[in-house]
Nanobody, 123 residues
Framework: QVQLVESGGGLVQAGGSLRLSCAASGRTLSRFAMGWFRQAPGKEREFVAAISWSGSITEYQDSATGRFTISRENAANTVYLQMDSLKPEDTAVYHC????????????????WGLGTQVTVSS
């Protein structure tokens, strides 16, 4: 089992930045791909970004490309999502997820989930 705990959310003005963290316990993350998903009020949860177990492969949702950066620090069992140039439409609960080895965009492909951290971007 893997337990995931997100942190770093908050309220920020449009154009600002936040850095989300996802700390894992229970198992080492070194053989897991890690992902970030988000769910806005009244909407389905959607893929944001993912990174492979080695860190060599990253994927982003189109709206995140160029603004968000996913990274990992396996020694610290932690994954990060640096979010810059935030927009009001980025407002959502951001969830961290884990799966074996390689990235996938489909929510159903991910085995472990955190409870999420709220990100609110004001205009």
């Amino acid at each position: 089992q893997v337990q995931l705990v997100e942190s770093g959310g908050g309220l920020v003005q449009a154009g600002g930045s936040l850095r989300l963290s996802c700390a894992a316990s229970g198992r080492t993350l070194s053989r897991f791909a890690m992902g970030w998903f988000r769910q806005a009020p009244g909407k389905e949860r959607e893929f944001v970004a993912a990174i492979s177990w080695s860190g060599s492969i990253t994927e982003y949702q189109d709206s995140a490309t160029g603004r968000f950066t996913i990274s990992r620090e396996n020694a610290a069992n932690t994954v990060y999502l640096q979010m810059d140039s935030l927009k009001p439409e980025d407002t959502a609960v951001y969830h961290c997820a884990a799966r074996d080895l390689y990235t996938r965009r489909a929510e159903r492909e991910w085995a472990y989930w955190g409870l999420g951290t709220q990100v609110t971007v004001s205009s």
